[in-house]
């Protein structure tokens, strides 16, 4: 980018070694001088606390794989081990299972982020695009994960969501039998779910990559929603501006992240997982993970079997579609006041529909479910593309300094009054 | 093309099509066993059969046994929950099927335990038939097994099975 100071050595071998491999100056550009709007607030540290969190996450669980056996008659006493007998091991597998929930948490604040400001619009569609992928091999490997431990949560689990595919019309049931390898959920796909669940955040970090460098092409989004006009005047640089700002992010999270691993360990836990794997006895009242909860509500909201799946399928992958479901050319939802209003009723579907999800099945529960997830698809596929056409949005400032300093210092009022 | 008359299609347009053909085969070939070799295996598929005792299950009883990795319900109906699945008019079935169709001796319904909305074992004895009620998105089987209520889609299918003498069952 213009303005920014090219990355020069010092050293005798860090010229010569530049001249071979130019990653110090890559890393330079990207992370040192790269230039950030001077407004993120800190719901753009979240970024920097998932990469934190993949990181905890593979540390975590390379090693825990050291000490897991991947067997349908032993797995579940591989984990009681690595609770009970291996050094620390209980610490590591609490970091992994209380990660995976808070990897999760800032995920969900990341995406309600993007939404509410707009960040998925031109020209950051692929880098949004992108974010669904993470977000959906991340809902892979997390299940996966969860059926590793082999308690009978971790097979109710298995069970319902390879079932999910015996949907699709006349090859359903040979692919879930394709996907256990056997005629039901057993040792088989147990070994298999832990190859996959090894294999896929290498992939994760791959599509972070990618993010990552999508993100560096566009330049990151910002409250106002009203992109870098002037580097000097807009922006900062990454270091030391970002950088204290995100490890100040991350250490706060890092808080609560310690507070479930050392008071509340099981606190999202479920006692039924406690219990070693039966393939003849479903438990009582099965729930998935708090985070899939929202979907599983939708799937159960609905009384047809493939309708269900479908629409399952299609509350995460529209998400996909957002740059062109949301026609407002306005990004940042504090510009547009009638937005802002089913921003925030979204997210209330949301989380209810997560509680719903929770809950057992009731006339009353499957009803509200009903109106929830309508509200979920209505915000999607309605409000989003009519609100481009109707809502009167409000005047954006002229650009990302004008709308700083007016705020901060209004005695030397830097644009002209027609910017408020 | 001007007066370098190049027949169309040519040589090198017939080279192109037939090794790209003969290179997507190859591909083919190799992805299937990469890909096959998730399908159940041998040692599976040898599980196939298994034999039950029928003279310890008591009337009214359901007992679950395993069968190919999962549960198949053997039930001891009563001389109620017979009539009840007979006297039920198909009219009333999402998944239209006489009891007759389902049994071979009327006093033994022997059904796969496993619920045919998302995989579930269903609890016994529960529900408003009196048959089956799944624990996990609440579908609802009668005495016969055939689903009632709920999004299951269809009936808890009859495994092959075949008495060998008046006690004995074989499954598979």
Redesign the interface.
């Known amino acids: 980018m213009s303005g920014t100071p090219s990355y020069v050595p010092k050293s005798a071998i860090g010229k010569w070694f530049e001249s071979r491999l130019p990653i110090m100056g890559l890393v330079h550009s990207s992370f040192v001088a790269f230039p950030v709007p001077r407004n993120l607030n800190y719901l753009w540290t979240f970024g920097a606390i998932l990469a934190f969190m993949l990181g905890a996450q593979i540390v975590t669980g390379v090693i825990l794989a050291m000490h897991y056996v991947p067997s349908a008659t032993e797995a579940f006493a591989s984990v009681e081990h690595i609770m009970r007998d291996v050094n620390f091991g209980w610490l590591i597998r609490y970091l992994h299972t209380n990660g995976a929930s808070m990897f999760f948490f800032a995920v969900y604040v990341h995406m309600f982020r993007g939404i509410y400001y707009g960040s998925y619009k031109a020209p950051r569609e692929v880098l949004w695009i992108l974010g669904v992928i993470i977000y959906l091999l991340m809902m892979a490997t997390a299940f996966m994960g969860y059926v590793l431990p082999w308690g009978s949560m971790s097979f109710?689990g298995a069970?319902?969501i390879?079932?999910?595919f015996?949907a699709i019309p006349l090859v359903g049931t040979g692919v879930a039998?394709?996907?256990?390898?056997?005629?039901?959920?057993?040792d088989?796909t147990l070994n298999?779910f832990f190859s996959l669940h090894y294999l896929l955040p290498f992939m994760i970090a791959g599509v972070v990559g990618l993010h990552i460098w999508a993100l560096h092409v566009s330049g990151q989004n910002n409250p106002e929603g009203v992109e870098v006009k002037d580097v000097e005047r807009d922006t900062v640089a990454f270091t030391p501006y970002a950088t204290i700002k995100d490890l100040f992010g991350v250490s706060v999270f890092l808080i609560v992240y310690a507070w479930f691993v050392f008071y509340i360990p099981t606190y999202l836990l479920d006692a039924d997982n406690s219990v070693q794997a039966n393939?003849?006895?479903?438990?009582?009242?099965?729930v998935p993970e708090w985070y899939l909860l929202p979907f599983y509500a939708i799937?159960?909201a609905?009384?047809?079997?493939?309708v269900?799946v479908v629409a399952l399928g299609a509350a995460i992958v529209l998400l996909a579609f957002l740059p062109w479901l949301d026609t407002s050319s306005v990004k940042s939802g504090k510009y547009r006041p009638v937005f802002r209003v089913f921003f925030w009723l979204f997210v209330a579907c949301c989380v209810g529909l997560g509680y719903l999800g929770s809950q057992e099945?009731s006339d009353t529960a499957t009803l509200i479910a009903r109106i929830l997830a309508l509200g979920y698809f209505g915000f999607l596929l309605v409000v989003l593309p009519l609100l481009g056409v109707f809502e009167k949005t409000k005047p954006l400032p002229a650009s990302i300094a004008d709308a700083v300093l007016a705020k901060t210092k209004p005695a030397e009022a830097v644009a002209p009054p027609a910017s408020h | 093309m001007s007066s370098a008359v190049i027949e169309n299609p040519n040589r090198r347009d017939f080279l192109f099509i037939t090794t790209a053909a003969v290179g997507a085969v190859g591909a083919a070939s190799v992805a299937w066993p990469l890909i096959d070799q998730m399908n159940p295996d041998a040692s599976t598929l040898a599980l196939s059969s298994i034999e039950v005792d029928l003279s310890p299950i008591a009337e009214g009883q359901i007992v679950t046994v395993k069968w190919r990795g999962g549960p198949v319900f053997v039930r001891h109906r009563t001389k109620k929950e017979i009539d009840d699945a007979v006297n039920t008019p198909l009219s009333e079935l999402k998944d239209p099927q006489t009891d007759q169709a389902r049994v071979q001796k009327p006093e033994w319904l022997i059904v796969s335990g496993v619920c045919t909305h998302l995989g579930c074992v269903p609890l016994g004895h529960e529900g408003q038939y009196d048959g089956w009620k799944c624990p996990c998105h609440g579908s609802v089987y009668d005495t016969s097994g055939r689903i009632r209520q709920g999004p299951a889609p269809l009936n808890l299918p009859v495994p092959e099975y075949a008495f060998l003498t008046a006690t004995k069952v074989k499954i598979g």
Do not use: E, Q
Not at chain 1, 177 to 186: I, K, P
Not at chain 1, 279 to 286: D, E, M, R, S
Not at chain 1, 302 to 306: S, Y
């Open positions: 109710a069970t319902v390879t079932n999910l015996t039998h394709w996907l256990w390898g056997g005629y039901a959920v057993g088989p298999r393939p003849l006895v479903t438990p009582a009242h099965i799937l159960r609905i009384p047809n079997k493939l269900g099945v």
